[in-house]
């Protein structure tokens, strides 16, 4: 069978269904072709439901702190409302048929399958044949990627697509991987009661963020009771009597569950970008500024290396369809790109770190402020851990990069990416009025300490 038409999206993740959706809505014939789930893994394994976890442990959290400030609470905790508003708000049962009909709704044509692309204007999905007019549209996002340790294959390890889907806590918990999809859910397993141990290779947890950043969480954790062992690699796992045992080279941990969270995968060969001249065996792909990686064949998300976030995933669609559309757009930018670790405290940051800046050979001028040490962070006490770290380009005066940890670490984040988006002149940043007394002065107060 062949058949004709616009535009192919393979994989339709928050970019491909939102570029899919519009395109659709335009007039052109739209072909969206999806493996698992449409709307990808954010909706149902990745962001929404593991926020819905975070947010329910918060709010024991918070209720623990009560303590300190308000009295006693009694708290029994109980992981069934989440697993239940897992199901029922957030996945439908890992259910997409809302999803389907809305793209269905916009005049899109829905496949469920797996596409392989044969050459710059063909597309395979089982015995359809389908030749494109306009373009490809890869959305085809990242697995859990499971890191070759003796014995780990074949148990019943989980990643995030098994954790997200349980229905109790588990007594205890492996964590491999201390990057925010780990931590995230290490946090919020462990204040559900879980006895947790996150073990990270590398020095420091969260190793793409500021070594404060790292510092500051792991504290954070570990006063929770979490064992937090930084350059402890996993060298064995075992599973025996519903006991993992994992061992590194000091020491050997124990628990019912453990959960693979050691970063992801792409399978460029299987996609068969090959077609396109795409060499497949490199981790990311390379776009242009308007998200091609060969004439007519467009990148969307996750593959494109840019920051997994489904915030990138939808700027890239909207570019990606305006480019389709042949409608003006801005190019795509990426000095200013948002990231938030949904721990408590939330770690927010954009643009650049310290180390970032100097390797790119900028005079950099740094400074801090500790949140505790603010006006709103010494009122709100229990729970006040955060700070604010700012990195500026001295030579033009602006900010490359900034840091914001706090109990709204990720919401105050929203002023710096403005900074950092708009290259605000530092001493304009100065001239601000900041309100009192909120969380966000503490920008104001580390703008000062910046030489
Ligand atoms: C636990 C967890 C928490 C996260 N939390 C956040 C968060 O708080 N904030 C945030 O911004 N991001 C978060 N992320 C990341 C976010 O989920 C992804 O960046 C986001 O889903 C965007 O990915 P994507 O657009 O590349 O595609 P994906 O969402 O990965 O979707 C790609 C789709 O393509 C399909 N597919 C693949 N190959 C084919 C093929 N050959 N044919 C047909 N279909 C195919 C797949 O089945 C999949 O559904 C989280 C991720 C995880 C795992």
Request: charged share 20%; net charge negative; hydrophobic share 40%.
């Amino acid at each position: 069978m062949v058949e004709k038409v616009d535009v192919v999206v393979i994989g339709m993740g928050p970019g491909g269904e939102a570029a899919a959706t519009e395109l659709a809505q335009a007039g052109l014939s739209v072909i969206g072709i999806e493996s698992r789930l449409v709307g990808g893994e954010c909706p149902y394994y990745g962001c929404i439901p593991s926020k819905m976890m975070v947010r329910a442990a918060n709010a024991l959290a918070e209720a623990g702190r009560v303590s300190s400030l308000a009295g006693e609470v009694d708290i029994t905790t109980d992981f069934a409302p989440v697993a239940t508003r897992i199901r029922d708000e957030a996945t439908d049962n890992w259910n997409d048929q809302v999803a389907v009909d809305r793209f269905e709704q916009a005049g899109g044509r829905f496949i469920r399958g797996t596409a392989v692309v044969t050459g710059p204007k063909t597309v395979r999905v089982g015995d359809l044949e389908i030749e494109v007019g306009t373009a490809i549209v890869l959305n085809t996002g990242t697995d859990p990627a499971v890191p070759p340790i003796p014995g780990l294959a074949g148990t019943p390890f989980w990643t995030n697509r098994e954790a997200i889907a349980v229905t109790e806590a588990p007594s205890s918990l492996i964590v491999l991987g201390g990057g925010a999809i780990g931590l995230e859910m290490a946090q919020a397993f462990a204040r559900f009661g879980t006895k947790v141990h996150v073990l990270e290779a590398l020095e420091r947890l969260m190793p793409l963020e500021e070594p404060e950043s790292s510092q500051l969480v792991a504290n954070v954790l570990a006063s929770e009771g979490l064992g937090i062992h930084t350059g402890t690699a996993a060298r064995n796992v075992s599973y025996a009597s519903n006991t993992f045992t994992v061992t590194s080279d000091n020491e050997t941990f124990s628990a019912d569950h453990l959960l693979v969270a050691t970063g992801r995968r792409s399978d460029f060969a299987g996609l068969g970008l090959a077609a396109v001249g795409i060499d497949t065996t490199s981790r990311t792909l390379d776009t242009d500024a308007n998200l091609q990686i060969a004439d007519g064949v467009y990148a969307i998300g996750d593959i494109t290396g840019k920051g997994a976030f489904t915030h990138m995933s939808m700027y890239q669609a909207r570019i990606v369809a305006n480019h389709i559309l042949g409608k003006q757009g801005p190019a795509a930018e990426y000095h200013a790109v948002p990231r938030v670790t949904f721990t408590d405290p939330e770690v927010g940051s954009v643009g650049l770190t310290e180390q970032q800046a100097r390797d790119q050979g900028l005079t950099v001028g740094v400074a801090m402020s500790q949140i505790p040490e603010s006006s709103r962070g010494w009122l709100h006490k229990a729970g006040n851990e955060g700070l604010i770290k700012l990195v500026a380009d001295t030579d033009k005066g602006i900010l490359v990069g900034a840091t914001s940890i706090g109990p709204a670490g990720g919401e105050v984040l929203s002023m710096l990416t403005l900074a950092v988006h708009e290259r605000t002149p530092v001493n304009r940043l100065r001239e601000m009025i900041y309100a009192y007394p909120t969380f966000h002065r503490a920008v104001e107060d580390a703008l000062g300490r910046l030489p």
